[in-house]
């Protein structure tokens, strides 16, 4: 099933700790893809990331149908990548995603 992006950015925007985000398709051996998001936390957030990362992936699933959750996880980072005119440059994120399960792969 087919999830847009934008959907989620906005519903994740309403979350208080969630100052800016994107969301990428992560691979998944059973579903092909699922959504993964990366979240710029609040200040006011606090320091349990944990916690943070369980209250947003809660916030999801209340509101949203079961093949929209965030399986693919929440991943913090300091800045959601933009081009000039605002639009947020998912092929960053994809990329450094690869590199991240490539890197992982590796290591095993």
């Not at 639009?87 to 490539?102: A, G, H, P, V």
């Amino acid at each position: 099933m087919q999830v847009a992006p934008a959907e989620l950015e906005a519903h994740l925007l309403t979350h208080p700790a969630v100052v800016d985000c994107a969301v990428i398709g992560a691979p998944d051996e059973a579903a092909g893809e699922v959504p993964k998001a990366f979240v710029v936390k609040s200040p006011s957030a606090g320091s349990d990331d944990a916690a943070i990362i369980q209250s947003i992936q809660k916030h999801v699933q209340d509101h949203k149908a079961r093949h929209k959750w965030l399986k693919g996880g929440v991943e913090f980072i300091d800045a959601i990548p933009k081009s000039p005119s605002g639009k947020i440059l998912r092929r960053k994120l994809r990329d450094m995603e690869r590199e991240r399960r490539r890197k992982a792969r590796a290591k095993l």
